[in-house]
């Protein structure tokens, strides 16, 4: 079980890999969201949002104005860290149930194209 902090590294390094995607598919792909990454074997939720400029770094803050995240991830803190780090393919984690994610079926076409 990976700690809270490697976590939130991971996250980190999340979002410098958004930064980095060329600017033209940032801004054809992307949409605002706010979107929340739920580790289930730790308990802790992170919340974020992605936008066509990027995407901001992830709290553990809830969103101050009350808002329900539009695209909910759930995994493992390790399968969190495998993701990030090359180790796991997102879509045969999808496909085998470790990775969980609770989105409108055009978000989901969208972030295939990005992840």
């Known amino acids: 079980m990976a700690s809270v902090e490697e976590c939130r590294a991971a996250l980190d390094k999340l979002v410098e890999r958004f ?3 060329d600017e033209e598919i940032r801004t054809k792909h992307v949409v605002e969201r706010t979107l929340s990454c739920r580790l289930s ?3 802790v939720v992170f919340y974020g949002r992605i936008h066509p400029d990027g995407l901001d770094p992830f709290t553990e803050s809830p969103f101050p104005d009350g ?4 695209i ?3 995994l493992t803190s390790d399968d969190l860290l495998r993701l990030v780090n090359g180790e796991l393919d997102l ?3 999808l496909l085998g149930g470790r990775v969980k994610i609770d989105a409108s079926l055009g978000d989901l076409l969208r972030l295939r194209r990005l992840l």
Do not use: F, V
């Open 72 to 74: 909910r991830l759930t």
């Open 67 to 70: 808002r329900q995240p539009e």
């Open 91 to 93: 879509a045969r984690a």
């Open 41 to 43: 074997d730790i308990g």
């Open 19 to 21: 930064h980095e995607l």
